[in-house]
């Protein structure tokens, strides 16, 4: 099911600030394509720890927005 909003965290932001702009890009477009329609892209590295800590919390709110 294709989601039209989704929570985004203060902590998201702190986390990926501290990133390179290529690298912001690339977790902004993996969480906005996960939230909005469940694919998960490619990500290397930092970027995939940080996507790593910040699915679970994506998942959670999206699952009570589904109950």
């Known amino acids: 099911m294709k989601k ?4 985004y965290y203060r902590s998201f ?3 990926i600030q501290t990133r390179p702009d290529n ?3 690339a977790l902004y477009d993996a969480i906005l394509l996960y939230a ?6 490619e990500l290397q590295g930092v970027e995939s720890s940080i996507f790593t800590l910040i699915k679970p ?5 999206l699952y ?3 109950e």
Do not use: H, M, T
């Not at 909005?36 to 892209?41: A, E, N, S, V, Y």
């Open 36 to 41: 909005f329609d469940g694919k998960q892209g």
């Open 13 to 15: 932001w702190d986390a």
């Open 57 to 61: 919390q994506i998942d959670a709110n």
């Open 4 to 7: 039209d909003s989704f929570v």
């Open 23 to 25: 690298e912001r890009l």
């Open 64 to 66: 009570r927005d589904w």
